[in-house]
């Protein structure tokens, strides 16, 4: 389910207008994310660590209003929930896209996620096809490397892509484990409080899940 914003009334008005036009109306940022508990608790749950650190950012995202709002064709929607856009890796090293909608439990999320790998596995779905779908927000495992920064590609539609994220290989410093997380996200919807909210958030589910 999704609701149409009035634009002209809205609180977000200003900001959405000045950065509706950018060429690149998104901002980047890289931080790190602490998975030394994730690790343990995802392994004690019976659940893919990937898995368990998707739903721990999904839950987040869902828990921002401001994460959810989307453009599409030039108008602003705010979905009810918003799933989940990953890239499954295959044997031959290309990749499926695939969605995994939004649950109220980890258990829940993992199984419907799980059934999907399989899925896609086996050759269903495609590359590209899932960045169409709006009410998602794209999550990519990169477990080759660590990063410090990455950037992130702009496609024809300035303003109607969906909010996008990287996470590096674990780490080990000081005996803790850890992960870089980079994302960008549309100007005109997130500032910077909301991205401090969602991280807050994040950080409390990879610890608690």
Not at 51 to 62: G, K, T
Not at 177 to 201: C, I, K, N, T, W
Request: net charge neutral.
């Amino acid at each position: 389910m999704k609701r149409l914003i009035d634009v002209a009334s809205w609180a977000r008005r200003e900001n959405y207008l000045f950065f509706r036009d950018f060429p690149n109306p998104y901002y980047a940022l890289t931080v790190r994310m602490d998975v030394t508990l994730a690790r343990e608790r995802a392994r004690r749950a019976g659940v893919r660590f990937s898995q368990y650190l998707c739903y721990a950012a999904l839950r987040a995202v869902n828990s921002v209003e401001e994460m959810r709002y989307r453009q599409v064709d030039g108008k602003v929607w705010l979905f009810d929930a918003i799933r989940l856009n990953t890239p499954v890796a295959l044997p031959d090293h290309s990749f499926r896209s695939v969605i995994i909608p939004y649950a109220p439990t980890l258990a829940a999320f993992a199984a419907e996620a799980e059934r999907i790998r399989v899925a896609a596995l086996r050759g269903e779905g495609d590359a590209y096809g899932a960045d169409a779908i709006k009410d998602t927000f794209c999550i990519s495992i990169n477990p080759w490397y660590d990063f410090t920064g990455l950037a992130f590609q702009s496609g024809p539609c300035p303003g109607e892509e969906i909010p996008i994220a990287t996470v590096g290989k674990i780490c080990e410093r000081d005996g803790r484990l850890s992960v870089a997380v980079a994302m960008r996200f549309h100007h005109g919807f997130v500032d910077g409080y909301h991205v401090g909210q969602y991280l807050e958030r994040f950080q409390h589910n990879l610890d608690t899940l």
